[in-house]
Antibody, heavy 117, light 106 residues
Framework: EEQLLESGGGLVQPGGSLRLSCAASGFTFSNYVMSWVRQAPGKGLEWVSSITGSGDSAYYADSVKGRFTISRDNSKNTLFLQMNSLRAEDTAVYYC??????????WGQGTLVTVSS | SYELTQPPSVSVSPGQTASITCSGDKLGEKYVCWYQQKPGQSPVLVIYQDKKRPPGIPERFSGSNSGNTATLTISGTQAMDEADYYCQAWDNSAGVFGTGTKVTVL
């Protein structure tokens, strides 16, 4: 069974940093594009970032470009999101997802990030 | 940046057909997928590549995409279909989600 388990969320002050992790199992991790998608409280889904299977290419939403960095460790089947210069508007549940646009997609349960003083 | 616009809400009676639109510039030239999300749960893919259903998704869910509009149709809507629905597409390697539609089964 394919599983994605996010961790690393929590409360952080504005301007602070946080690193999210997503542990994958049940599929060949290096074969798939992985993404982070977030959802602010009571709001819709927002794509944040994606990375190719090899890790060679990464893509970001304008809202996080220059502040967030996506990466992966294929030897440990783990996806990361380094979040710097956090703002109140980054408060959201962050989902890790595999291949979000194909029939092979899988999503984690999400981890909550709260940016507040 | 690219935008996908959906109606905020759609109401449907049980057993009737619900249609949810997703509008974007030249959307018909892109692949669209649709997600269902119930309160407190992760999104679930119900349609990908405009009209394909993942395993386990009921046949009452169907999709189409042409021109500037993609449509998710739920035929014979059931109470369990009450949820938020989001369209999704890619534009120049950037993911885009629609604004979301709340489907209420009255």
């Amino acid at each position: 069974e394919e599983q994605l388990l996010e961790s690393g969320g929590g409360l952080v002050q504005p301007g602070g940093s946080l690193r999210l992790s997503c542990a994958a199992s049940g599929f060949t991790f290096s074969n798939y594009v992985m993404s982070w998608v977030r959802q602010a409280p009571g709001k819709g889904l927002e794509w944040v970032s994606s990375i190719t299977g090899s890790g060679d290419s990464a893509y970001y939403a304008d809202s996080v470009k220059g502040r967030f960095t996506i990466s992966r460790d294929n030897s440990k089947n783990t996806l990361f999101l380094q979040m710097n210069s956090l703002r109140a508007e980054d408060t959201a549940v962050y989902y890790c997802a595999k291949d979000i646009s194909t029939g092979n997609t899988a999503w984690g349960q999400g981890t909550l990030v709260t940016v507040s003083s | 940046s690219y935008e996908l616009t959906q109606p905020p809400s759609v109401s449907v009676s049980p057993g009737q057909t619900a249609s949810i639109t997703c509008s974007g510039d030249k959307l018909g030239e892109k692949y669209v997928c649709w997600y269902q999300q119930k309160p407190g749960q992760s999104p679930v893919l119900v349609i990908y590549q405009d009209k394909k259903r993942p395993p386990g998704i009921p046949e009452r869910f169907s999709g189409s995409n042409s021109g500037n509009t993609a449509t998710l149709t739920i035929s014979g809507t059931q109470a369990m279909d009450e949820a938020d629905y989001y369209c999704q597409a890619w534009d120049n390697s950037a993911g885009v989600f629609g604004t979301g539609t709340k489907v209420t089964v009255l």
